[in-house]
């Protein structure tokens, strides 16, 4: 099988990783019989050049949009989203579709879609710069953008104790993201992911609890930005929260419609109850260090190493969109 992984500029941002990463995924791909060719794209010119060049069979995309955008993923909802445009070629695609993926960007449609369906999320708002009105919100309350991933917008101000805290902090996301804020109800206690591969009927569910030693935590016990992404976050096992967890993602998976690969982040509640905080589409997969190698491995741990781990992974991910495709799996 031929997998096209399409990266650019926002691959980083929006997706697994950068382009390291994405070479990473590439090996694990050919390490396990299978052709993998990387497509960096800048421009949705090239990204089209590319999709007409052809020569795959499937597609692992990093990029929920063409962006020049290296930081952030922005708001881009009038803009091109490229599982829209493998929907509409009929190109087979690895990930969940372009309706759920732009359902998970915004965090506040994630929360309402949630909450539809039963599931527990915090009770949540968005909330503008502009609004006159936040009458609505409880203290404390946790201030967000709406459309990020890895904690970028999340510092020690993200905790808000009262209206002149949360005014602050909006207008401040609004200034460097020029995006609404989200804003939850605080959840003070202990922090899980859940890592899901595949789909159902075999799908896993892999839980891990998320600590950071207690002397890099702030004011509050928050996972801030300076946090992510520097080996700082640990994956150990979930105990005996792993079963309310895994049942929680999974919950979350199905209200969503998630798709063969996709991590659920979840929290403990000032009432010990767990609640969805984000559902992340395209998990990083930086070898050893995002979250999702490491769950893997947690689960998943072989004679031949961490690196290997990572293979079956990518393997699982592969395989996994594949067959909803009918591809044929090695």
Not at 134 to 157: C, L, Q, T
Not at 163 to 176: F, Y
Not at 261 to 283: C, F, S, W, Y
Request: charged share 25%; net charge negative.
């Amino acid at each position: 099988m031929r997998v096209l992984l399409l990266t650019g500029p926002g691959g980083d941002a929006q997706g697994w990783g950068p382009m390291d990463v994405t070479e990473s995924v590439a090996g694990a791909i050919a390490a396990s019989g299978d052709s993998a060719q990387i497509a960096f794209v800048e421009t949705e010119a090239a990204f089209f050049a590319t999709l007409d060049r052809g020569g795959f069979d499937i597609v692992w995309s990093a990029l929920y949009q063409v962006t020049d955008n290296e930081k952030y993923i922005g708001t881009n909802a009038d803009g091109l989203w490229v599982a829209d445009v493998f929907d509409q070629r009929g190109i087979p695609y690895i990930g969940s579709s372009s309706e759920t993926m732009k359902a998970m960007i915004d965090k506040f449609r994630t929360h309402d879609v949630l909450a539809a369906r039963g599931v527990r999320v915090p009770a949540h708002h968005l909330v503008r710069a502009t609004d006159a009105d936040v009458s609505a919100i409880a203290y404390p309350a946790f201030v967000k953008p709406m459309g990020e991933s890895r904690s970028i917008g999340v510092n020690d101000d993200s905790v808000v104790e009262n209206e002149d805290q949360l005014r602050r902090q909006v207008a401040w996301i609004d200034r460097e993201f020029h995006q609404p804020a989200l804003v939850e109800d605080f959840l003070p206690g202990d922090e899980f992911t859940v890592l899901l591969v595949g789909n159902a009927p075999a799908q896993e569910c892999l839980p891990g609890l998320v600590s950071v030693a207690s002397h890099h935590y702030g004011r509050h016990k928050v996972l801030r930005a300076d946090l992510r992404g520097v080996g700082l976050t640990k994956i150990s096992d979930a105990g005996a929260r792993g079963a309310d967890a895994s049942a929680l993602a999974a919950e979350a998976a199905v209200a969503m419609g998630c798709l063969d690969h996709v991590r659920i982040d979840v929290k403990t509640g000032a009432d010990g109850q767990l609640r969805v905080m984000e559902v992340n589409g395209i998990p990083g997969l930086k070898p050893r260090k995002s979250w999702g190698p490491q769950l893997y491995t947690l689960h998943h741990q072989s004679p031949e190493g961490d690196l290997e781990d990572y293979r079956q992974l990518v393997k699982a991910v592969v395989d996994a969109g594949a067959r909803r495709f009918n591809l044929p799996v090695r």
